[in-house]
């Protein structure tokens, strides 16, 4: 690699302590070999392999083909698999033991004794990044005291615009017991809009589409909605397009040029399921649809993510394994 002049990919500013890792190591260039651009399973291949895949995974939900209800007896079950308490000391952000009275808390805000014999099931959006967790409440807890690397009640993080389906609320009606594609925990009741599941599969599914490419963007700040206004939105996030008909003369006083127009989940005031334009510079890093599933593509995305902090479970705002 030639440097030259302040070519940001040559300055070096302290020695690092990764062995044998140079430099220029730290770029996909240096990794992209001929052939790279090559697609390595087209569109309808992908797909294809997807239902293969989540019929030999049974981790892998297909939501929109959930069932209509569940049993009494199923939801408990699912409860119980997920809901666990370890019975060997737990701490709090503080490094203090928690008091036994919060977990005892924590079980009954499951709210079994609430469960019908038949349980409708729900559908919705999450209108922001946000968590689900193991049991019904958001404090952090960790196994030894001051490891605050490792929240024993985090499950994963979820994304705007990311569906789910609804199972049960906990007694305090802050949490929904939910499923995701690949995850079932408990997500607080304030980050999810609700929808038939007509309503949210015709959101999620919906052409034209943009997908975020970048590590983050953000929308543009909009001084009349807080709820869309700079919204983080992480690689891998799909909003749908808005119409030609859709898009007014000015949004939020606001002109459209220089923007693509997408929509994004809300809640109205009954916390079910709205959307609000809102804009995202044609400069930012997206992309209309999904990218080509080629070796150069999956080298410059995941090379995006490289230099940000772990996060287990999606802590600190972060990746773990799995999202990465």
Request: net charge negative; proline share 6%; with cysteine.
């Amino acid at each position: 690699m030639a440097c030259a002049g302040s070519t940001p990919k040559c300055y070096e500013q302290f020695e690092s302590t990764v062995p044998n890792v140079k430099t220029e190591m730290l770029y996909p260039d240096f990794w992209i070999k001929d052939g790279a651009e090559k697609v390595l399973m087209t569109e309808s291949e992908i797909s294809e392999f997807n239902q293969r895949l989540s019929k030999k995974c049974p981790v892998l939900i297909d939501l929109e083909q959930y069932p209509a209800s569940v049993t009494k007896e199923k939801l408990l079950d699912l409860i119980k698999g997920i809901s666990k308490i370890s019975e060997e000391r737990l701490f709090d952000i503080k490094g203090e033991l928690l008091p036994s009275q919060y977990l005892t808390d924590l079980i009954e805000n499951l709210n079994t004794n609430g469960v019908e014999d038949v349980i409708p099931v729900r559908f919705g959006l999450a209108v922001r990044r946000t968590e689900m967790r193991r049991l019904p409440g958001a404090e952090r807890v960790f196994d030894e005291p001051c490891d605050y690397e490792f929240d024993c009640f985090m499950e994963t993080a979820v994304y705007p615009a990311e569906p789910l389906v609804i199972l049960h609320t906990s007694k305090d009606g802050k949490w929904y017991f939910a499923q995701i594609y690949n995850y079932l925990a408990w997500i607080p009741a304030a980050d999810v809009a609700m929808g038939s599941r007509e309503a949210v599969f015709g959101f999620a599914n919906h052409k034209p589409f943009l997908v975020i490419t970048g590590s983050r963007v953000h929308t543009n700040y909009n001084p009349f909605d807080e709820s869309t206004s700079e919204l983080p939105l992480y690689m891998g996030v799909r909003l749908p397009l808005a119409s030609r008909e859709e898009i007014p003369a000015n949004v939020n006083n606001h002109n459209p040029a220089g923007n693509f127009v997408v929509k994004l989940p809300v809640r109205d005031a009954l916390g079910n399921l709205a959307t609000q334009l809102a804009f995202i510079p044609r400069t930012r890093d997206v992309s209309l649809g999904y990218l080509p599933y080629t070796t150069e593509n999956v080298l410059k995305q995941v090379f995006k993510a490289q230099g940000e902090r772990y996060g287990w479970g999606g802590m600190f705002n972060a990746r773990d394994c799995s999202a990465l």
